[in-house]
């Protein structure tokens, strides 16, 4: 294979890597429960105005998140593996205002257990273009501070 065809397709994916002070059963149910979701999993500013979904494999979701601005932006996918409390693989794609969806991602989140602290691997891919790809390290890392703040302030027994 080329280089230049492996280097294009790493660049269009997405790689976050953070630890959270927070036990893993409580990290995963703020990925899972969807009460939980609806107060991070939005970019700073953005509000769910519909979060919704069957937390099964094969198990579809839906949301719909507006901008500061008043923007609508939907997106929905499928859970394709549930490993409570490790592993969550899910697909992703924007839907446009006439219910025509974009390229699919997918999503992979491994969580491991490190001293009481839960360290995340996040990984989305292959998107479209770098620039998309940009755009989703953007919106989730600022996702990822909100979560940090939800999981500080979470009850410690939340994790039971």
Excluded at 39 to 65: D, K, Y
Excluded at 122 to 129: C, D, I, M, V, Y
Excluded at 136 to 143: A, K
């Amino acid at each position: 294979m080329d280089a230049r065809v492996r280097n294009s397709a790493a660049e269009r994916e997405l790689n976050i890597r953070r630890t959270f002070n927070a036990p893993r059963e409580l990290v995963f149910r703020a990925w899972t429960e969807p009460q939980m979701l609806a107060q991070w999993s939005c970019p700073l500013g953005f509000t769910f105005s519909e979060n919704r979904g069957e937390l099964r494999v094969g198990g579809a979701f839906s949301a719909r998140m507006r901008s500061p601005e008043g923007t609508e932006h939907r997106l929905r996918g499928v859970y394709r593996e549930i490993v409570p409390p490790e592993r969550l693989v899910f697909t992703h794609c924007w839907v446009d205002e006439h219910g025509t969806p974009g390229p699919e991602t997918v999503v992979t989140v491994t969580l491991a257990e490190r001293d009481g602290r839960t360290e995340m691997t996040f990984h989305q891919g292959l998107f479209a273009s770098v620039e998309a790809r940009i755009g989703h390290e953007q919106g989730w890392t600022s996702c990822f501070e909100r979560l940090v703040e939800l999981l500080r302030d979470a009850p410690r027994d939340a994790a039971a």
